[in-house]
């Protein structure tokens, strides 16, 4: 795992709101997490069915023929149930990465998710993740981390730059209308 941060990925994170990192998994263990989340999925579908959260505690139900049913394949908190998944999740050089970026003492995991966008699955609309969560906070940040290609065909991440001081928290959804958060935020157009 790539760990090592430069003072212009610092940059580029605090003002433009996001940073690319290539190659951030070596080649063995994307092999390796890839593995272990579609093992992890496995063993859910087989003990649990169509449960999406793993581990003890609430799930989140989707309407079976919802527009977000068919964005994604969605399993969370899959660290609490995979060991290797446990691994990279709660890996502290990634956690001091993270806290560098953010500009904060510690970190702690909110969630995972495996994102699965299967063939023909509906496209995501832009979205913010954290009015999805129980807290609001500006230093809170996701890490996206591709275990196939992404390509501008199969789902690869946007981001908008020079955006977040702008997010009031208000949900904007991730629904069919994919332009919903420019409702919101027509400055972001
Ligand atoms: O990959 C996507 O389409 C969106 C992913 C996302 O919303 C997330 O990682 O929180």
New binding site residues.
Partial sequence: MKTQLTDDMIRCYQDEGFVHVPGFLEPDEIVELKQAVLAAIDHMAREFGNRRVAGDGTDLSIEADSYYAS??TQRLNLWKINDTVKRYMLNPALGELLCRLAGVQAMRVWHD?A?I?EPFGN??AW?L?NPYWSFHSRQSL?I?IALEDATLAN?C?HFIPNTVELATYDNVG?GENMAGLFEVYPENV
């Fill in positions: 964005v994604f998710q994102l966008k496209p995501t979205h993740d996701s996206w789902g991440m991730i």
